[in-house]
């Protein structure tokens, strides 16, 4: 009778509380439903990870991603036989350890419109970078150049590291080689368009120092004049000899023969995320969690009430 007493009074606040709406319905009745579904959640995590897994092994198409490091040069010392002749000062020393701003000319040349079509012209891959893109019935006036560009974009990317001053290139294609061949194009043309405009600028900027030596009467002006033409002579001569005037290869273009995507822990490991989070969902919509058995469940695990006892 003292136990009764005891907790009649508790149980007639129950009520009230709710008709106050001070009630909160509790949370660790969810986590008892869950529990009693926990093999059919192993079952259907295991199920989707697996069904994911062999999908990410042996449906889903493999991706391989060749890359290629290169040293850019500075623009102040574009050559060793330059840098041996310049003299030592500070401006030398940080364009020789921090080259940022050749990088990033050559990030910027080799990721342009123009440069990214000239490459795809000059090595005859339009077919296999259109695809079959073009012919989508809601792409009824694609152009063809932009649509090249797009893939490329996606498919190509490069990244600078100022710790290390290497220019990392990357290029991904579903055949390997393919991949690694593509990336080579990368690097030869932009040598080539590299050298292309050293030539052309040093050719003008000779003819220029020689139209001014002609006309000046100044003696000395024209000797000094006339070293300056050597120089740029000289350099035009190493651009067209010397494969390393503008960047150095330090790691030639190369693929791996394992997929860089997809990768069959990522597509597992959400597949199994997604699976638990809806399965967690249908169970808990499915079952009367936060009233009525649960709550009884709940008071008679704080001791509450006693199993003869109504739960209201």
Known sequence: M???????????????????????????PALVVLARSWKLLACATSVATLGCAFLAMFVMPKWYRAEAVLRPVSEVMPNRLAAMEQPLNVSSLVEQILPTSRAEELMSTVE?????????????????????????PWNQHPDPSWEIFRTLQKRFSCDYSISTGN???????RDRMLAQSILGFYIDDLRAKL???QVRTTTATAKSLRDEAGST??????????????????????????ANFAFKVIDAPKASDKPYS????????????????????????????TYGEGERELALASGRETRGDPAR
């Not at 009467?217 to 010397?242: E, G, R």
């Not at 997809?262 to 597509?267: A, R």
């Not at 597992?268 to 969690?289: A, D, K, M, N, Y």
């Open 2 to 28: 003292a136990h009764a007493s005891s907790v009649a009074p508790e149980a007639r606040a129950q009520p009230a509380e709710r008709r106050a709406g001070h009630f909160q319905p509790p949370r660790l």
């Open 112 to 136: 342009s419109f123009q440069f990214s079509l000239a490459m795809v012209k000059n090595h005859h891959l339009e077919r296999g970078l259109l695809g079959t893109k073009h012919w989508r």
């Open 167 to 173: 220019l990392t290139l990357y290029y991904q294609d």
């Open 195 to 197: 050298r292309e405009e």
């Open 217 to 242: 009467p100044d003696t000395l002006l024209q000797q000094q004049l006339f070293q300056l033409i050597a120089d740029q002579l000289q350099q035009q001569k190493l651009a067209m000899v010397d």
């Open 262 to 289: 997809p990768s069959v822990l990522m597509v597992s490991g959400l597949g199994f995320v997604i699976t638990l989070f809806i399965s967690c969902l249908i169970i808990l919509t499915r079952e009367p969690w």
